[in-house]
């Protein structure tokens, strides 16, 4: 865990036959202590640039009467040396009186979810929301919490997701509170609830969504018990909307190491509810019919292709990473056997871009969204045949109109998609790649590659041809937009030469 070191646990002495010195509990103890002291410190640094705004918080709730700690997420980060940029506090005021003194205190203050018992404030470029202590419970069959405020900061932690989010910072203080050792669990990268999972779970179902996330952003290990909940209580995700599951599997995606979180959604079985795609791509492989374990190849292709990000594709960005993941989905419901022993996925690009976008709609996602990983999908095995080197320039020219803006995308996302351990055949394939990125380049210095359109517009047309708008319009410029990519710029000239002759033929010009 980059930030903090591991913190060895033993449950008793061990004896030493080395001549070294035997590691006592007592040692164990003075070594956690010790590390809390130093993860204090790096908290303190790391909050460093807002502290004197949080200490005159903390002030304003202590001399009302009340408590006020921060709490969650902003303090994990802060242990581990980072700076967070939502702060979440809780306290012991009820809304009202945290409404009236935020609103004192910030330059600005809302109550949208006073409803739960939060109220949210600005001062200067700093944002907070406070939250009433809670005590909640829930109804078996919805994940909606029926609010009841508690009166104390422990219990309040207690009923947190994970013990690395149920440790608090008090305001002014600063004294760090741990009831669940969530510390020591963030120094031995263990992922951990403070209750039992189970009841954790079945408290809000959303958390075991929020484990893979915190496994793919934190690099944690997620304890053996938390795992077997997870796999035992994976149905009662289906309970969450498809909102908040969108939510956590975009964090999961956009994570520094994201496969963790998506191996943990398919082994526990959570993937098969939420996003089922994913493990049908663990094909059977038998002797006979061979070929690469398509989940084990996407998950490469991910890796690679977040390898690939930067200019002008900074990452993380969802788009690659999702098509990245998703590309080969078609693949299960297109495999053939073929005499011999091969398999074949004849148009699996295009099964896949529909079922990405099948997939995409019912998590909620937005429409610009669900069509740019469709595209991508779909245009994928695009440059597969290129390196037999027949392309025309036509050809290119519709490789790049037909990508559009996902281009650099594409580029990376066909790089990415090789995955061969033959280093002969690896090599082929980026070199055939690097020409056609040459080509491409050759071709925008001659011409608008970016924007292709035909040589003459919409209006051009109707007036050389004494029409009106109609359909005939939209099959001149389809015409002249063909030639445009066969041939290149043609010049206003001779675009009307071809166009005159196309409309010679037509059954529309014999009626004008």
Known sequence: MA????????????????????????????????????????????????????????????????????VGGPVRDALLGRRSTDLDFTTDARPDDTARLLGAWGDASWDIGKEFGTIGARKRDLVVEVTTYRSESYDPSSR??????????????SRRDFTVNAMALQLPSMDFVDPHDGLTDL?????????????????????????????AQLRLRVAPEVTAAMTAMADRITIVSAERVRVELEKTLLAADPVAGL????????????????????????????????????????????????????????????AALLHDVGKPR????????????????????????????????DNDTIKAVARLTELHLRFHGYGDGEWTDSA????????????????????????????????????????LEARIARLREQEELDSIRPDLDGNAIMQLLGIGPSRVVGRAYQHLLGLRMDRGPLGAEEAERELRAWWAEQPESREA
């Open 3 to 70: 930030g903090l070191d591991p913190v060895l646990h033993e449950e008793s002495p061990t004896p030493r036959t080395d001549g070294r010195v035997a590691v006592t509990e007592s040692d164990l103890e003075s070594v956690l202590e010790s590390a809390k002291d130093e993860a204090k410190g790096r908290a303190v640094a790391a909050l460093e640039p807002v502290m004197a705004l949080l200490v005159d918080l903390g002030r304003v709730f202590e001399g009302a009467g009340f408590a006020l700690s921060l």
């Open 187 to 215: 120094a031995a990268g263990v992922l951990r609830t403070p209750g039992t999972p189970e009841q954790s779970f079945s408290d809000d179902p959303l958390r075991m969504m929020r484990a893979a996330r915190f496994a």
């Open 263 to 322: 191996r943990l959604l398919v082994d526990t079985g959570l993937a098969a509810h939420v996003l089922p795609e994913l493990p049908a791509l663990q094909l059977e492989i038998d002797e006979h019919h061979r070929h690469k374990d398509v989940y084990e190849h996407s998950l490469t292709v991910l890796e690679q292709a977040i390898d690939l990000e930067g200019d002008p594709v900074p990452g993380p960005d969802l788009l690659l990473r999702m």
């Open 396 to 435: 290119v020219r519709r490789y790049v109109t037909d990508a559009g803006p996902l281009l650099e995308r594409l580029h990376r996302l066909t790089r990415s998609d090789c995955t061969t351990r033959n280093a002969r055949k690896a090599k082929r394939l980026s070199d055939a790649y690097d020409d």
């Open 144 to 157: 909606k919490p029926e609010v009841a405020y508690g009166d104390d900061l422990v219990s309040d932690l």
């Open 334 to 365: 297109t495999r053939r056997f073929e005499e011999g022993g091969g398999v074949s996925f004849h148009h699996h690009e295009v099964v896949g871009a529909k079922m990405v976008a099948k997939r995409l709609k019912a998590l909620r996602f």
